[in-house]
């Protein structure tokens, strides 16, 4: 079992920059691939961004490549998201996924956060 907490949500100008944050509960977090996803209201949860257990592969949308960036440091058992040049579209609540690959669908993880609300003004 795995728990996920996320933090560093926010409001934002367009332009601006985020670093979100997924807290890991267990030893074994560095067997599990991480994911960002992101919901805003009325859409179905997005892909946004995933990293390979070791943090060795990267992935992301082609929507928020080359602006956000994803990381870990699984001897603080945490995964980060970078976010720079944030749009209004970017706005959402973002989510942390914990899964046994770094996949591109929200079916591929097992354990999910509750979620950080990210609002971009314009």
């Known amino acids: 079992q795995v728990q996920l907490v996320e933090s560093g949500g926010g409001l934002v100008q367009a332009g601006g920059s985020l670093r979100l944050s997924c807290a890991a509960s267990?030893?074994?977090?560095?067997?599990?691939?991480m994911g960002w996803f992101r919901q805003a209201p009325g859409k179905e949860r997005d892909f946004v961004a995933a990293i390979s257990g070791s943090g060795r592969y990267t992935y992301y949308a082609d929507s928020v490549k080359g602006r956000f960036t994803i990381s870990r440091d699984n001897a603080k058992n945490t995964v980060y998201l970078q976010m720079n040049s944030l749009k209004p579209e970017d706005t959402a609540v973002y989510y942390c996924?914990?899964?046994?690959?770094?996949?591109?669908?929200?079916?591929?993880?097992?354990?999910w956060g509750q979620g950080t609300q990210v609002t971009v003004s314009s």
């Open positions: 267990g030893r074994t977090f560095n067997t599990y691939a």
């Open positions: 996924a914990a899964g046994a690959i770094a996949g591109t669908t929200s079916h591929e993880y097992d354990y």
